[in-house]
């Protein structure tokens, strides 16, 4: 009887220190700002801040690396957990494969546009995909792009100097030029298909579909976005019932993707008759690879025809803006930065020397790989202004998360690990991350590329698929096209500035970072709203 008694106490007390053990590591403890609004929580003061980053690094000052916000209404749990800590990146990203998904609601709207293509197929489902379309991005695969690169680099900036028709200089939106170039290659790279969206510019249909799409779709009303909340609990056959919502973004969204689907068909049909022929060892394009990968492939990994399209769409979904703003925010730099850009023009140049001296007209592979000053200020921009500013994860099972860095609880201890359960949404800043003093130096708020001469600079982590950087994302659901990327910004950028000389607008405008839709980020205007997205710069031909 006592004894029974005892055991009972004692199990008891043991499953009371459980559960305060439990408690005490759950997201209930971690500190975060309080709510300015009951409906909304801090979501939308996310989505509508005047410059990605700010309300990231003021909470960051104020809680530390890890705090907590409060989601939409409806949202459950209400808690949102929010980190830049490199540990807690590393653990969710890296390490735990699909352990932590993707949000529903912003994966639905991305099929929305995109259909069901890899960037939003989940967990095994998701590794059919990839490994469908792996062998088009090996590295020995993605050199054989260069030629095209440097071909359609050529074309914008012999496009500029017409446009200059003998001036000494002029203002110019330069993001525009960059878009419709990454997307000419990435219509050929990705299908042997010609775009022509430098020829025809905004005349392009699908130059005009895409015109500002990512700023356009980040002002859904108050209603829409609550109903958005909604989509992370109903479950899917229901959602699917709301097919043709006739309000924004659905409608653009839609658009996009009928557009898209025009193109997808034709490209299609010419690509396989292409392939029945002899052409076949000629294509190196990415589709003629997926599509003889899926000839190949063990039937179980096979891709259908509604799959292999919706790759064609998120390929230039993911493709082309995201290298163009990247490229479009190193011009920039530059153009505030004239004593960098002088010296990597002169690393340039002496490399063209060299080229010329050999009997050469084109830089190869080798060539790019060895402008260290133009790969360290690709990597400075990747690290500054990262386009996809963060990534929402949501926690498939019960977990703990390491931190690297700890921090302050709700009850004042110090705590370095942080117990999440299933459901659990996570939002990580990437932006905020690759601000750390720690990390990239005292530095950290500046754009320096000088800093990856240090050795030390990143090196405290291990994290992401390039240079320590979260731009890509980590892990299997990673960026796929990163080298490709890489690659097409050195043949650029090479281009750009062996012609060309750039300077801030003669208008002097402010530019800041706006939130854009599925957590990216373009350049505005400041009080120029109305321009959409936008960099005017000015260029001038260099002597
Ligand atoms: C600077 C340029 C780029 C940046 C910053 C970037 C960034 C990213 C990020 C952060 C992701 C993860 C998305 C997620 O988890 O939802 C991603 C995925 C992806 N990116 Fe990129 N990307 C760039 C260029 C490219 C290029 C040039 C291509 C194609 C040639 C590409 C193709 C893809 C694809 C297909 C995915 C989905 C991968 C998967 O789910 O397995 N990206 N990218
Ligand atoms: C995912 O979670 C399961 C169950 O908790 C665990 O066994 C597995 O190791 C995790 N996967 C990874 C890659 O961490
Ligand atoms: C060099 O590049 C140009 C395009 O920029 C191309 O027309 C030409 O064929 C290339 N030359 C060689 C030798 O590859
Ligand atoms: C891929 O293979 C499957 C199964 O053989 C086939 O139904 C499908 O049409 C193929 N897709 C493409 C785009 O060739
Ligand atoms: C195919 C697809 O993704 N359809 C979705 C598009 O958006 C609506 C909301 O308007 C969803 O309910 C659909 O399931």
Known sequence: MLTSGL???????????????????????VR???????????????????????????????YGLTWRIRGQFGASPIHILMTADPKALQHIYQKSGYNYT??????????????????????????????????????????????LFQRIGTKMVEQWK?????????????????????????????????????DK?????????YDNLFSDINKPSVMVSLFRATWDHIPIPVLRLFRFIPAEPFTRLRNVRSLFTEYGKQILREQRSE???????????????????????????????AEIMAEMFTLT?????????????????????????????????????????????????????????????????????PIVTGLPRVATKDDVIPLAYPIISTTGEAISEILVRAGQIIFPSFMAYQRLKDIWGE????????????????????????????????????CIGWKFSLIEMQALLAEILENFELSPSSEKHAIRRAPAGFGGMVPMVEGREDLGTAMPLQVSLVQ
């Open 7 to 29: 055991v009972a106490l004692v199990l008891i007390a043991v499953l009371a220190g459980l559960v305060y053990l439990l408690r005490s590591k759950s997201i209930q403890r």
């Open 32 to 62: 975060g700002p309080p709510s300015p609004s009951f409906l909304l929580g801090h979501e939308h003061a996310l989505i509508t801040q005047n410059e990605v980053g700010d309300l990231e690094f003021e909470w960051m000052r104020t």
């Open 102 to 147: 993707k949000r529903r609601s912003a994966n639905m709207m991305a099929e929305n546009m995109t259909g069901p293509g890899i960037a939003v197929a989940l967990g095994r489902d998701h590794q059919r995909h990839r490994k469908i379309m792996n062998p088009a991005f090996s590295a020995a695969h993605l050199r054989t792009f260069l030629p």
């Open 162 to 198: 017409t446009d200059l028709s003998g001036a000494e200089r002029m203002n110019m939106v330069v993001n525009k030029w960059l878009s419709r170039a990454t997307m000419d290659i990435i219509g050929e790279a990705a299908f042997d298909y010609q775009y022509g969206a430098l």
């Open 201 to 209: 510019g905004i005349g392009s249909p699908i130059i005009k579909a």
């Open 275 to 305: 392939l029945d022929v002899e052409k076949e060892s000629k294509s190196k394009d990415v589709m003629s690879i997926l599509i003889k990968a899926n000839s190949s492939a063990d039937p179980q990994t096979r891709l259908s025809d």
């Open 317 to 385: 979904v993911a493709g082309h803006e995201t290298t163009a703003s990247t490229l479009t925010f190193l011009t920039y730099e530059l153009a505030k930065h004239p004593e960098y850009q002088t010296r990597l023009r002169k690393e340039i140049q002496d490399r063209r020397a060299l080229v010329m001296s050999r009997g050469d007209t084109n830089f190869s592979m080798e060539d790019l790989d060895s402008l260290a000053l133009t790969m360290n200020a690709i990597k400075e921009t990747l690290r500054f202004h």
């Open 443 to 478: 530095d950290a708020d500046v754009w320096n590329p000088d800093r990856w001469l240090r050795p030390e600079t990143g090196k405290q982590t291990n994290v992401g698929v390039f240079a320590n950087l979260m731009s890509f994302s980590a892990g299997v659901q990673a």
